[in-house]
């Protein structure tokens, strides 16, 4: 079930004897939709630094010590379900969906940005401080396309330390699921990948859809 407000996230339980760990969110995605039900542990990306995974040389510390320690921290994970332009078969992630202007279109600073986060990390930016990634939702940024420059770059400096909301063309909400449609064709990215272009996205969280350990 997914976590309610209040309630401790997570368990510990005796480590899993072919326990296989991944380094990002993209190879996390890849593990999960493949064949091998070998359990997985997370080591690196956005959703491991949720998870509390932070430096490198804690995750590699981690590591060894994961291999060696009886036990292991167990959590329920969600997922994203995202179709590009009404798409039949759902693309996965795992720790966030970016939708922004191309970069001959000025990238990040100019048009509409939407931000659609499991995870509260992008990289070092610290953009869903309240996410939590098995509270059956997600959080959802959306910047105005009429935000300035200035304001943007402002906004980028405060992601490190989760200070760029409140902000008038910054708009915020929880979702289980919803669409969205754009004036022009988006960017789609989803775990840091580019999957493709689109001027609809929709998202839908699949609640406890996964087992990571820590």
């Known amino acids: 079930m997914t976590i309610k407000p209040g309630e401790a996230w997570g368990r510990q339980v005796p480590r899993p004897h072919d326990l296989v760990t991944v380094r990002s969110d993209q190879e996390l ?3 999960l939709a493949g064949s091998d039900d070998r359990p997985i542990a997370v080591g690196s990306g956005d959703l491991a630094r949720t998870l509390g995974v932070t430096s490198s040389n804690e995750r590699a510390s981690n590591e060894r010590a994961s291999n060696e320690r009886a036990s292991v921290n167990e959590f329920a994970i969600d997922l994203l379900d995202v179709r590009l332009d009404g798409a039949s078969e759902p693309i996965v992630a ?3 969906v970016v939708a922004r202007s191309r970069w001959r279109r000025g990238h990040w600073l100019s048009g509409p940005i939407l931000a659609v986060m499991n995870a509260e990390f992008i990289g070092e930016w610290e953009v869903a401080p309240r996410g939590h990634p098995n509270d059956g939702r997600a959080e959802v940024f959306d910047v105005d396309a009429a ?5 943007r770059l402002a906004a980028r400096r405060r992601l490190r330390n989760a200070t ?3 902000h008038p063309l910054i708009s915020t909400r929880s979702i289980r699921t919803a669409t969205w449609t754009f004036p022009r064709p988006l960017d789609v990215i989803l775990d840091g990948r580019r999957v493709g272009r ?3 996205l929709t998202v839908d969280v699949r609640p406890d859809a996964a087992i990571v350990y820590v």
């Open 147 to 151: 935000m300035s420059v200035r304001h």
């Open 164 to 166: 760029h909301i409140p």
């Open 94 to 96: 795992c720790a966030h």
């Open 198 to 200: 689109a001027t609809t």
């Open 29 to 31: 995605v890849a593990a």
